[in-house]
């Protein structure tokens, strides 16, 4: 018996083990998972084609420096221990890590990263703050949805999370430090809050300002 | 979203079982390969319409399956149980109560292997995602997948091939 052969018995054993669970009830299970990404007053959501997503949960240390002033206030899961709207934390390599579990206080998140060196405009309002212009170089003015691979996300400044890579991205992972010069960052939102289907996050390069981005 | 459901539902169909003997030969356990795997499935449904445009949907229903292993690990801080090899062998061949009539001696020598070689072995031969996606889903690199695979091809030879040539003699 070669290889080949104890391939093909190793593949003939797929059809012997049968997933008996009916598809109603991986359905009726999802549904719960869905529900439970839509909390009250979160933006949980998934894009269109390139997928935007936000949610898991956030433990926020405390003694962090750069922890963010979370907006919306979720239930405590344990003493010591809240749920954030997001959560900004400085990584071992200088870069900055934004998780999001809800699309509020923007002006917080905004406040929070500029304090760590990331000059940022942030609006959770469905719209792009209208005093940012595109950062015009190449390819970083193009628009992005948060979580694409494509684009910014992943070249120069910042990177979707790649332990998340084949998961659902829910943070963000900025260099300041790489991010071209006299660029800047724009969060923004686009869709309805709590519409899943609709809902997206976005991250794109613009030119730094007074107006936009703080400096 | 009601529109997506008979896409997931023919999708479910046609994978759920090649999904659940992977996850199977992964964590070494039935009743636990099917929970992580029907959680999966579930959360594949959640999020459909970016998982059914993923490039390999399977890939992804895996990766979390396992991940959802690993999280249940951490939170009962005790190790998946995986069944004594005595008994896998001694199985009877031939449907139980949920039908199954996986070859014991083959499972007990998927068992034998280290789990991260059972993992390779579940995604390159019997999912048969290519090797780039089997090291997507792991975390590793694609040489490292061919290295396990290597070594767990050898070990299976070592281990079915006398017990068949075995059988072949009586």
């Known amino acids: 018996m070669n290889d080949n052969e104890l391939i093909t018995v190793l593949r003939e054993q797929r059809g012997t083990v049968l997933m008996t669970t009916p598809v109603e009830q991986i359905i009726s299970r999802g549904r719960a998972v869905r529900a439970r990404r839509r909390v009250p007053g979160v933006a949980a959501a998934m894009g269109t084609a390139a997928v935007a997503a936000v949610a898991v949960s956030v433990a926020l240390p405390a003694s962090h ?51 760590d060196g990331v000059p940022v405009s942030v609006t959770f309002t469905g719209h792009q703050n209208p005093a940012c212009q595109p950062y015009s170089s190449g390819s970083s003015q193009a628009y992005v949805p948060f979580g694409s691979k494509t684009g910014p996300l992943g070249g120069p400044g910042f990177t979707s999370d790649p332990k998340d890579a084949y998961s659902t991205p829910d943070a963000l992972v900025i260099d300041p430090s790489a991010l071209p010069s006299g660029a800047g960052l724009q969060i923004w939102t686009s869709g309805t809050p709590g519409a899943a289907d609709n809902f997206q996050l976005h991250v794109n390069l613009v030119q730094a300002s007074p107006q936009c981005t703080g400096s | 979203m009601e529109a997506q459901r008979p896409d997931f539902g023919e999708f479910y169909r046609e994978v759920k079982d090649e999904c659940l003997f992977a996850v199977l030969v992964s964590v070494g356990d039935r009743d636990t390969a099917q929970d ?15 998982v059914s445009r993923h490039p390999a949907p399977v890939a992804w229903v895996i990766r979390t399956a396992l991940n959802a292993g690993v999280s249940r690990w951490r939170r009962r801080r005790r190790e998946v149980p995986v069944p004594d090899l005595a008994l896998v062998a001694d199985r009877p061949a031939a449907g139980g109560a949920s039908g199954d009539c996986v070859d014991p001696g083959i499972m007990a020598a998927l068992l034998r292997l280290p789990a991260r070689q059972r993992q390779v072995v579940a995604l390159r031969l019997v999912l048969d995602l290519d090797t780039e996606h089997t090291a997507h889903v792991l975390g590793i690199a694609p ?24 059988e072949n003699k009586t």
């Open chain 1, 65 to 115: 420096p750069g922890a963010s002033h979370p907006a919306a206030k979720h239930p405590a899961t344990g003493p010591g221990l809240h749920l954030t709207a997001w959560t900004v934390s400085r990584q071992a390599d200088g870069s900055i890590r934004v998780t999001f579990r809800d699309a509020t206080d923007p002006a917080g998140l905004q406040r929070t990263l500029r304090a």
């Open chain 2, 143 to 166: 040489g490292t997948v061919q290295a396990h695979l290597g070594r767990a091809m050898a070990a299976l030879r070592d281990d079915l091939i006398p017990a068949w040539q075995e």
């Open chain 2, 36 to 50: 992580l795997v029907a959680e999966a499935f579930a959360r594949a449904w959640a999020s459909w319409p970016a």
